[in-house]
């Protein structure tokens, strides 16, 4: 059974810094690309990052460039997400997703304020 678990968010002041942790099992996490997503309150879910299978490419949406790092260790199973500088409006739930299983974690808190 696929399972996608999310650690790492919290309550932090702006400029300071998270690293959001994805744990993946049920499935062979090194043949999939992956995402991560974010949904604001009150706000539609919205895609934060992409990462190829190799971890070699990665994309993000504008909002996050040059702040946000997102890494994955296949020989751990893990997805991971730096988040740097942030922001009152990087508030939200932060999710995993496995685009091709369409398959999301439980999502994992992240609140910027001082």
């Known amino acids: 059974q696929v399972h996608l678990v999310e650690s790492g968010g919290g309550l932090v002041q702006p400029g300071g810094s998270l690293r959001l942790s994805c744990a993946a099992s049920?499935?062979?996490?090194?043949?999939?690309?992956m995402r991560w997503y974010r949904q604001a309150p009150g706000q539609e879910r919205e895609w934060v990052a992409t990462?190829?299978?190799?971890?070699?490419?990665?994309n993000y949406t504008a909002p996050v460039k040059g702040r946000f790092t997102i890494s994955r260790d296949n020989s751990k199973n893990m997805m991971y997400l730096q988040m740097n500088n942030l922001k009152p409006e990087d508030t939200g739930i932060y999710y995993c997703?496995?685009?091709?299983?369409?398959?999301w974690g439980q999502g994992t808190p992240v609140t910027v304020s001082s």
């Open positions: 997703y496995a685009p091709t299983l369409r398959y």
């Open positions: 049920g499935f062979t996490f090194s043949n999939y690309h």
């Open positions: 990462i190829t299978i190799s971890g070699m490419g990665t």
